[in-house]
């Protein structure tokens, strides 16, 4: 017998019950297939979804690392905009009042620029009837100075001890082969070349040749950076003692070369007139207690990095031009409801930005500014409770928020607080066109010396100071200058 007719004649045997049971059975199971078949087809579709979702992502890495590989400016774009903003001044209120060069303070040469006697045009007598003014400022054809100074040698009656005398103009002791010096201003205009204007020794060398006549070795003007950054390191001390004094600090750091390994430049902007840097191998909390003390207790603004949260006797302002940047990086990386998140942060962090504005603009008094904080800080409060979310880049986002919580509306309770630490980014942009143009320093002293040099030519800009002629001092002293130095604020 087939097993086909044994299967029937089962079936035949089978009562009308366990038929209908066995009935029951193929319907569940065809049912089953039916669910199984559509979650393949879902899945499938899923998959599909997903493999272009990678391919997009894996396109878009591959032209972020190309990009990076490239020495490009930092305004160029791979389509030009087809409708471009006009160039230049723009007009309206909110772009400033407009500017135009004084008129100086005295001439020193005055030039006739006379009419020609007949029209050249038609050749008709030409007669004057009236006469207009304009004033030039130009960079004379510089020469150097060269000084010879007779310096005084004697010997102590007493002790035997030889003295030689010293110049105010001098710039170094040293006699013999090396008497032939460089002036210190022409060496304090170097160190700006190269602190200030991110000119490697080389090029400050060249720019001193071509700008003035001075021609110097790079090695020369390395050594003098060297001397003149051991002479301003009162003055250096200092500054580091105003800015933890300081009553609002912007502080930023980013990556660094020593001797080809890795290290951090950090800086700090106390109230917007001192800035000091320093370069370490460490990015810890070290280095924050080391630029602003333990009991620091002004209000620091930084971005999220764990290390400052260290300061616990500030208050904090995080940067929220930080935290919109990495909702829109989440935003562009995610899909439906993965946007709900960094949806909802960005819209509290516009909100308190725009009511900022308000407030600046006398539209809102204190207590209505303090009403609207605290509906931002409650509605805060409820988007940092919602329970477990899926997406991990949302999950981190709230992870941090929650750290930062207290940190993001500080800017509201005290006004004249920058929401973002752009003042300490400013402050890295030299650094920053320095490490571009050689890498770092070769020398841990080097380093030392960047940053005094660095921290003295910040705060004479930020003081309206000249650099140049502060440098120019600390080569003319014969011992370190003391507290004397100390930059006057001229803002």
Not at 138 to 164: D, H, M, N, S, W
Request: charged share 25%; aromatic share 4%; hydrophobic share 35%.
């Amino acid at each position: 017998m087939s097993p086909k007719r044994g299967q029937l004649l089962h079936i035949s045997l089978m009562t009308d019950d366990e038929i209908a049971a066995l009935l029951a059975g193929l319907e569940r199971a065809l049912r089953e297939n039916e669910g199984l078949r559509a979650e393949v087809v879902g899945l499938r579709s899923e998959n599909e979804r997903l493999r272009r979702r990678v391919a997009d992502l894996e396109g878009r890495l591959e032209q972020a690392q190309r990009a990076g590989k490239r020495q490009a400016a930092p305004f160029s774009r791979n389509q030009p905009a087809a409708d471009p903003r006009r160039p230049g001044r723009h007009p309206g209120p909110e772009y400033g009042v407009r500017h135009c060069r004084p008129v100086p303070g005295h001439v020193d040469e005055t030039l006739l620029a006379a009419l020609p006697q007949t029209c050249p045009e038609c050749g008709g007598e030409v007669k004057l009837t009236d006469t207009v003014e304009q004033f030039q400022e130009e960079v004379p054809q510089v020469a150097p100075t060269v000084r010879r100074f007779v310096i005084e040698v004697g010997r102590c009656q007493k002790c035997e001890r030889r003295l030689q005398a010293r110049h105010p103009q001098q710039s170094s002791d040293a006699v013999g082969a090396a008497g032939v010096q460089v002036g210190p201003r022409a060496l304090a205009l170097a160190s700006s070349f190269h602190y200030s204007g991110g000119l490697s020794f080389g090029k400050s060398a060249e720019a001193l040749a071509q700008a003035a006549g001075v021609k110097v070795a790079p090695s020369t003007l390395a050594r003098a950076a060297a001397r003149v950054a051991r002479q301003c390191q009162e003055v250096d001390a200092e500054l580091r003692e105003e800015v933890r004094q300081s009553q609002v600090a912007t502080a930023d750091e980013t990556g660094w070369r020593v001797g080809g390994s890795g290290a951090w430049l950090w800086g700090v902007d106390a109230d917007n007139r001192t800035t000091v840097y320093t370069i370490s191998p460490s990015r810890g909390g070290d280095v924050v207690e080391e630029l602003l003390g333990k009991e620091y207790s002004g209000i620091l603004v930084r971005d999220g990095w764990a290390p400052y949260r260290q300061l616990q006797q500030a208050e904090h302002q995080t940067c929220l031009a930080h935290l919109l940047r990495r909702c829109g990086e989440l935003r562009e990386g995610s899909w439906g409801r993965g946007r709900e998140v960094p949806n909802r942060v960005a819209s509290l962090i516009h909100e308190a930005l725009a009511l900022r504005d308000c407030r600046d603009r006398g539209h809102l008094d204190a207590r209505e500014v303090g009403s609207e904080l605290t509906e931002l800080e409650e509605r805060l409060e409820k988007l940092l409770s919602r329970p477990a979310i899926r997406h991990v880049g949302n999950r981190r986002l709230l992870k941090h928020l929650r750290k930062e919580q207290a940190a993001m509306f500080t800017f509201l309770r005290h006004p004249g607080v920058p929401a973002t630490n752009w003042r300490g980014e400013t402050a890295m942009r030299p650094a920053v066109v320095n490490r571009k143009t050689w890498g770092g320093n070769r020398t841990w002293p080097g380093a030392a010396t960047q940053q005094i040099l660095m921290t003295v030519l910040r705060t004479c800009r930020q003081r309206h100071l000249d650099g140049v002629a502060v440098l120019t001092a600390p080569l003319q002293a014969v011992s370190p200058p003391g507290a004397d130095l100390l930059l006057p604020d001229t803002s």
